[in-house]
């Protein structure tokens, strides 16, 4: 079986871990962009998306808590409040460390906070820090077996509000990046696309499905432009969110 036909990414989980948050900044409003279309369904490559199916995709990756145990952790909003240092390290492919800025540069201008690589791990900050490392393949099969996880993240909070993350990447499985990042900005599902919403793309689909994307889709986009909308908030709870995600999304953009 090839190896990433099983991959999983370990439990993300939000501590009991105490800790003082700084207050920041709300977040910018950035989301105009989701609102400003002219009304009615989202439209892509002849597929027609319905508000609702974008909503069941937010619920599903951002709300829903899939990963076991079930109904242990709270299903709430869980964030960052910026600016956020990333750190890079173990041996880095070539290109590796300019495709994360870009992907950096995207998620700095959909949430309106700056995610930007530290200049060296040792002067970034503790807290406020996404940790990415490279990791050899032979290391990761010894850790999870054949077949097991390639790629992982976890990250770190207090009510609703991230503040540490962590994310490896295998050196074989490079392509995981934007996936892991996902999970990493407060998204602990994977998109198990129905038949019924099969025209929605995400990075967070299953590497073995039809519906996984390499780099962020537009669906991703307007995903993590609602989870950093100003009118959520960490800690929110997935009710109350879901209905401003309903507002939010009531006139999508055509996709
Ligand atoms: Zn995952």
């Not at 997935?238 to 006139?251: C, D």
Request: glycine share 10%.
């Amino acid at each position: 079986m090839h190896p990433a036909s099983r991959v999983k990414c370990r439990m993300v989980r939000m501590s009991g871990r105490t800790g003082r948050i700084a207050a920041g900044l709300s977040p910018l409003f950035l989301v105009a962009a989701i609102g400003a279309g002219s009304g009615g369904a989202g439209a892509t490559g002849g597929h027609t998306i319905r508000p609702d199916a974008l909503i069941y995709f937010f619920d599903q990756i951002a709300l829903r808590q899939q990963e076991p145990p079930p109904g242990v952790r709270p299903k709430w909003v869980r964030r960052w409040n910026g600016p956020v240092a990333v750190t890079l390290s173990g041996e880095i492919p070539a290109g590796f460390g300019a495709r994360l800025d870009r992907s950096l540069a995207d998620i700095s201008r959909w949430t309106g906070q700056r995610f930007a690589r530290a200049a060296g791990a040792a002067k970034a900050p503790r807290r406020k820090r996404i940790s990415i490392r490279i990791v050899p393949h032979a290391a990761m099969l010894q850790r999870y077996g054949p077949g097991g996880h390639v790629c992982t993240a976890a990250t770190f909070g207090w009510n609703g509000r991230l503040h540490t993350a962590r994310i490896e990447i295998s050196d074989r499985y490079t392509d995981c990046l934007d996936h892991e990042l996902m999970h990493a900005l407060g998204f602990d599902g994977h998109w198990l696309a129905s038949n019924r919403d099969n025209a929605i793309r995400s990075v967070l689909a299953r590497r073995d499905t039809p519906a996984r994307r390499l780099r962020f889709t537009r669906f991703d986009t307007i995903a993590i432009r609602t989870l950093y909308h100003q009118t959520l908030a960490p800690g929110m709870a997935r009710e109350n969110a879901l209905a401003q995600a309903r507002r939010i999304l009531k006139s999508p953009p055509r996709l």
